[in-house]
């Protein structure tokens, strides 16, 4: 992970400055290789940031930890891990005068692609120092009476019924293929009833629906050439009259930097939209789930503060909203 090829050069300039730095030992490849701790904080304090380290354990209580750094002045927060801990943290900072550090140690660091942050250990920490503060989106889903914010995409349905096999089966465990496979063929199709931003209604068979807030989610599916995460709008997917097998394909491959959009996959961008299906599908939201049932999901616009790439931020000017996409 340490790639010393083209490694950014410290500007002696900057005035020191805390930062928290938080770790996830059981993280993708911080997991193959404990000596990644020494390398970000060698790095950081290359760049005059002073990492207060916090060590992510099962029983971690990340709310209370946050609350205390916030407490005492700390406004920078550098997660150190995957997507799932990143998404964690990022909860916890919404709405705040913090911001965001991230340092891509995960499985698949899709926010991290989205963001331009670079997967090596000093390309990732130089971002802290030379790139760029920005603002982005977090959703927000109400599924069951309970809200839960979401930063990468809130699915309904057949995905989130496979999500946890795949990602056991990503990370090793081949032994849960035969359940992945036992949940791709019994599950059936649902009536789909979708209603984006209080006026246009949809109505379909289907197997799934994704609302992304980040333009890569899942296995760096791509949602969109297009999609952005500071428009204030969901980029929502409604794959309709499609088979299970032709599903899998596209989630798998995602559209890809130089392909077009799926034709067969109606794309909409919404404020706000409800779902509800017959019968009941499961509902997740950044691989944690949340039951069955109906859901409402909303945008909160540029709530969350980040350090990104230099570049990233200017945003592309946005398809109608609640207007097919194609």
């Not at 993280?27 to 990644?36: I, Q």
């Not at 304090?45 to 916030?70: G, H, R």
């Not at 200017?314 to 996409?325: L, S």
Request: proline fraction near 6%; glycine fraction near 10%; include cysteine.
């Amino acid at each position: 992970m340490n790639d010393t090829q083209n490694k950014p050069e410290p500007s002696t300039h900057f005035r020191q400055k805390r930062a928290k730095l938080i770790y996830n030992p059981s993280a993708g490849t911080a997991k193959e290789s404990p000596l990644n701790i020494l390398d970000v904080v060698h790095e950081m304090q290359s760049w005059k940031l002073v990492p207060e380290t916090y060590l992510v354990e099962p029983d971690s209580n990340l709310q209370e930890m946050v609350q205390d750094a916030l407490s005492r002045g700390i406004r920078l927060f550098v997660v150190c891990g995957g997507d799932g801990t990143i998404s964690s943290v990022a909860y916890l900072l919404a709405g705040s005068r913090a911001t965001l550090g991230i340092i891509p140690l995960g499985t698949r660091n899709n926010t991290a692609l989205s963001l331009g942050i670079p997967e090596d250990i000093p390309g990732a920490v130089a971002i802290l120092r030379t790139g760029k503060r920005i603002k982005v989106d977090m959703g927000r889903v109400t599924c069951g009476g309970v809200s839960t914010p979401f930063l990468e995409v809130c699915s309904v349905g057949l995905v989130s019924e496979l999500f946890p096999s795949a990602d056991d089966i990503q990370h090793g465990n081949l032994g849960k293929v035969g359940e992945f496979l036992a949940t791709l063929t019994a599950a059936p199709p649902a009536e789909m009833h979708l209603k984006l931003d209080g006026k246009l209604d949809l109505d379909s068979k289907g197997y799934v629906v994704l609302v992304a807030n980040m333009p890569h989610i899942f296995l760096r599916y791509q949602v969109s050439t297009s999609a952005a995460y500071d428009d204030g709008l969901l980029d929502v997917l409604f794959f309709a009259d499609m088979s299970k097998l032709e599903l899998l394909s596209y989630v798998l491959q995602g559209v890809g930097e130089s392909m077009t959009d799926d034709p067969n996959v109606q794309h909409f961008r919404a404020r706000s939209l409800d779902i509800d299906t017959h019968p009941a599908m499961a509902v997740m939201a950044d691989g944690i789930a949340l039951g069955e049932g109906e859901v409402h999901i909303e945008v909160r616009k540029r709530s969350l503060g980040v350090m990104a790439a230099e570049g990233q931020g200017k945003r592309p000017t946005p398809a109608k909203e609640t207007a097919a996409h194609g």
